[in-house]
């Protein structure tokens, strides 16, 4: 199965942005979907956007537009970036392939805090 690392988090200003990269252990065009997810602190795991092999994106109504995926497959790496974050957006960070099904990551701090 394909595996990821996650990097990129951290400790950002509210209104602040970062931008997650996500580097796969294969070429991504192997990849027919990706998801992005993240986990807050007391909350479940939940999806914040997908993209596909084709590089169709997909992004879950509450991120407002504020989050941008993209992937890179001559790096093998995919990109989530993040704007206008709040504390809110303060969670562990993981992106997984869907389709095929892959496995979890360690995923990435992000912390939103003035």
């Known amino acids: 199965q394909v595996q990821f690392v996650e990097s990129g988090g951290g400790l950002v200003h509210p209104g602040g942005s970062l931008e997650l990269s996500c580097v796969a252990s294969e070429k991504i065009t192997d990849i027919g979907a990706l998801g992005w997810f993240r986990e807050a602190p007391g909350k479940d795991r939940r999806l914040l956007a997908t993209?596909?092999?084709?590089?169709?994106?997909n992004y879950e109504d509450f991120l407002k537009g504020r989050f941008i995926v993209s992937r890179d497959n001559a790096k093998n790496t995919f990109y989530l970036q993040m704007n206008n974050l709040t504390p809110d957006d303060t969670a562990v960070y993981y992106c997984k392939s869907i389709f095929p099904n892959g496995v979890w990551g360690q995923g990435t701090q992000v912390t939103v805090s003035s």
């Open positions: 993209i596909t092999r084709d590089g169709d994106t």
